[in-house]
């Protein structure tokens, strides 16, 4: 017998199917993860082995999170990288990261994502590259799946160290060809490339200033040897386009053009310095972009021009990024940021003809269609984070894809009196907890609690491993 799952009696029910319906009084029916019907309350089975009754409730499909640095959640606002940009904020931060031990990386692995289910995430792309004492991403693996999450994890990578010219110290970097052994171990022993895949594995060397030429052509060449997703920080600061620029005489783009690294299988964290050609290029070549709001806000690196992404074609996704520079791990505040910040950028932008009083002159001609909605963030946070991880089996609610979706509580103080547009008010109104987050057909969030696991201890140990790290630096 099948593993069945009904949903019913949604107040709105978003699906982000190709005609975008938001259903009143809708529902859906699943199989064995899989989604078999969705639609309002009339075609549906009457039952099934879990009944979720939706009332009062939207359900939206399960947003994607496309960066993310699950192990920072131990260095959060720590007072030593507080109010600095990315450079010194790294360096205040590197030796800490090395000393992440495999229970602390557990710890931390669980904390983020649970928070990241509590915000309505379902699926995960972390960016782990420190993997100093002991710490594996097979442990990061390990709990995800105890807590239910679709998780794609990274064998990321540092290898350039102080002595080389790169920004990390030389005691936090790892040797090359164990990266490369490591990697073909962990891709072999995890990596589902199928349809409903809980878990995958991206190779993903940190950043130009922090990985060898020599690593980031063989990362590129081992990944499409193995037929699995790349991914690095790209044009995060400009510290890092004048880098690029003294060490290799290009920028950023150009410099990844060179090391064969632009294609589909490919996206970039961050993506904010980029030239109209530049845009051009990711569009051509079908790169994808994570765009972070908070981090870049956070550390002050810049506006990523989202909307000429979106306009182009260029995959686009969001990303919480690394709890050291958000500090938090909430993917819907990271909608609501990007809708905000896309608007912010477009009022900042000098307005056509010669620069004068430019803010003043603006607001006379608003250029509204060229405002991020809220059903745009909506469609980052979902569709446009499949698309840039490379998946066509989530990020909408419709027949044959996987059941991955959460329910927000519509009558809560947060959301009174914003509900003539439901919809609208789960990006304009300030981010509320899931009531329900299900992954796969299992529940993983209810009533507002991770279902599966007690996070009162994981918590306290958290904490512990968290001053141990940061008083040991
Ligand atoms: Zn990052």
Redesign the pocket.
């Known amino acids: 017998m099948p593993r069945s799952l009904l949903v019913k009696n949604a107040q709105m029910l978003v699906t982000m199917d190709p005609s975008r319906r938001e259903i009143a009084g809708g529902g859906l029916y699943a199989e064995d993860g899989v989604i078999r019907q969705v639609g309002d309350g009339g075609g549906l089975p009457d039952t099934a082995d879990t009944v979720i009754d939706a009332a009062g409730q939207i359900v939206l499909p399960g947003f994607v999170n496309t960066?993310?640095?699950l192990n920072q959640t131990l260095t959060r606002n720590i007072p030593a990288a507080q109010n600095n940009n990315l450079f010194p904020w790294l360096t205040a931060h590197y030796r800490i990261w090395a000393k992440t031990n495999p229970e602390a990386s557990r710890a931390s692995t669980l904390i983020g994502l649970a928070e990241l289910a509590l915000s309505g995430c379902t699926t995960v792309f972390d960016?782990s590259y420190v993997f100093k004492s002991g710490n594996k991403v097979d442990y990061q693996i390990e709990a995800a799946r105890d807590l239910g999450i679709r998780f794609h994890a990274s064998r990321g990578s540092m290898s350039l160290g102080e002595s080389s010219g790169g920004l990390p110290p030389d005691d936090c970097v790892e040797d090359e060809d164990f990266i490369l052994e490591d990697s073909i171990r962990v891709i072999d022993r995890y990596h589902d490339a199928g349809n409903g895949a809980m878990t995958r594995i991206v190779l993903a060397p940190c950043s130009p200033f922090s990985v060898s030429e020599t690593l980031l052509r063989e990362s590129a060449r081992l990944a499409r040897d193995k037929g699995v997703m790349l991914h690095t920080?790209l044009c995060?600061t400009l510290d890092e386009e004048r880098y690029t620029l003294e060490r290799f005489g290009k920028r950023p783009v150009e410099w990844m053009e060179d090391l064969d690294w632009l294609g589909p299988d490919v996206w970039f964290?961050?993506a904010i310095h980029v030239d109209d050609e530049e845009i051009q290029t990711f569009a051509r070549t079908r790169c994808g972009a994570a765009h972070?709001p908070c981090?870049n806000m956070r550390l002050g690196s810049g506006i990523a021009p989202i909307k000429k992404y979106m306009a182009a074609g260029v995959r686009v996704g969001l990303?919480v990024?690394?709890s050291a520079?958000n500090d938090s791990s909430n993917i819907l505040m990271e909608a609501r940021q990007a809708m905000l910040l896309a608007r912010l950028r477009l009022g900042l932008l000098p307005p056509e003809g010669p620069r004068k009083h430019f803010l003043l002159s603006q607001s006379h001609e608003l250029r509204q269609a060229e405002w991020m909605t809220a059903r745009e963030a909506l469609e980052l946070a979902t569709l446009g984070g499949a698309r840039v991880l490379g998946r066509d089996d989530i990020g909408s609610l419709e027949a044959g894809k996987c059941a991955d979706f959460f329910t927000l509580d519509l009558n809560t103080i947060g959301y009174a009196g914003g509900l003539n547009d439901p919809v609208a008010a789960v990006i304009f109104c300030a981010p509320q907890g899931a009531r329900t987050t299900v992954v796969n057909g299992e529940v993983v969030v209810a009533d507002g609690e991770i279902a599966n696991l007690d996070m009162r201890p994981v918590v306290t140990e958290h904490n512990m491993w968290s001053r141990r790290l940061v008083e040991g630096a």
């Open positions: 960066h993310h640095h960016h920080h995060e964290a961050h972070c981090s990303g990024d690394g520079s």
